[in-house]
C-alpha cells in the first residue's frame, strides 16, 4: 500500500507563507497526490491534487518533486482559519485501499 | 446542491444493538465510501462502492454491512454493536477514483456503551 510521511505538527505565523511537507518513496507513476484538510469536528475537506505538474488553486499551490517522491502544500499566506490537520494521501486508479496517514497538525500563532 | 448528506450526526448505542447510518449524495457519484476515524488517527476505509449494486470490503470492514441500491445511497449497517466501533464516521464520494476530489458528509459521532 502506498504510504505517506508527515511531520506531527508544525507552526507558523498568521499573514506568512506556510510549507507542508510530505514524503511519499513508495510511489507509482499513476499515484495522484491528494491534500485534504480538517477542521476540529467536522468532516475532511479538499485542498489540492496533483499528478506530476506543480498545482495552483484559490487555497493553495502544490510542488511536486521531479522523482514524485515528495511533494510539498504551500499556504500562501496563512490565516487563522487554516489552523487544521492536513493530510496527503496517494490516490491510485485501480487501488481502493486508500491509506490516510494522521496528518500534520497545523498551528497559526497571531 | 446538499453534497453529502449524513445521519444521524450523534447517536449513543448499548453493546448489541443494530443501526444504519445513511448516507446520501446527490452529484451523481458513481464512488461512493464509508471511513472510521478514531481519536487523534486518520481515516480508516471501511467499506467502498463504484456504482450501484457493488460493493467491497476496505481496511477494517468486520462488524459492519454495506448496500447500494441507488446511486444516491449508501447506507452503513452495524450488526450488534460493540464499544470497539466507537468512532466518528464519514461518507464521501466522488466522480472518479484518484483524478477526482473526495466530497466528505459532516459525520457521525458514535458511542456505544
Known amino acids: 500500500d502506498a504510504k505517506t510521511t508527515q511531520p506531527n505538527s508544525m507552526e507558523s505565523n498568521e499573514e506568512e507563507p506556510v510549507h507542508l511537507p510530505c514524503n511519499h518513496s513508495?510511489?507509482?507513476?499513476?499515484?495522484?497526490i491528494h491534500w485534504y484538510r480538517q477542521l476540529p469536528s467536522q468532516g475532511p475537506e479538499y485542498v489540492i491534487h496533483?499528478?506530476?505538474?506543480?498545482v495552483n488553486n484559490r487555497m493553495a499551490s502544490l510542488a511536486i518533486a521531479e522523482d514524485r517522491k515528495s511533494s510539498t502544500l504551500i499556504l500562501h499566506r496563512a490565516t487563522l482559519r487554516d489552523a487544521a490537520v492536513y493530510y496527503c494521501?496517494?490516490?491510485?486508479?485501480?487501488?481502493?485501499?486508500?491509506?490516510w496517514g494522521a496528518g500534520t497538525k497545523l498551528i497559526i500563532k497571531p | 446542491n446538499a453534497g453529502v448528506t449524513q445521519t444521524p450526526k450523534f447517536r449513543i448505542l448499548k453493546i448489541g444493538q443494530s443501526m444504519t447510518l445513511q448516507c446520501t449524495q446527490d452529484?451523481?457519484?458513481?464512488?461512493m465510501y464509508w471511513y472510521r476515524q478514531d481519536p487523534g488517527m486518520g481515516l480508516k476505509l471501511i467499506y467502498y462502492?463504484?456504482?450501484?449494486?457493488?460493493?467491497d470490503k476496505g481496511e477494517v470492514p468486520n462488524g459492519y454491512n454495506v448496500s447500494r441500491s441507488t446511486t444516491e445511497d449508501f447506507p452503513l449497517r452495524l450488526e450488534l454493536a460493540a464499544p470497539s466501533q466507537t468512532s466518528v464516521y464519514f461518507c464521501?464520494?466522488?466522480?472518479?477514483?484518484?483524478?477526482?476530489?473526495?466530497?466528505f458528509g459532516s459525520g457521525t459521532q458514535l458511542s456505544v456503551l
Open positions: 464521501a464520494s466522488s466522480y472518479m477514483l484518484g483524478r477526482e476530489k473526495l466530497f
Open positions: 452529484m451523481n457519484h458513481n464512488y
Open positions: 462502492s463504484v456504482g450501484a449494486g457493488i460493493t
Open positions: 513508495t510511489i507509482s507513476g499513476t499515484d495522484y
Open positions: 496533483g499528478l506530476t505538474s506543480n
Open positions: 494521501i496517494l490516490f491510485m486508479d485501480s487501488n481502493y485501499q486508500l491509506i
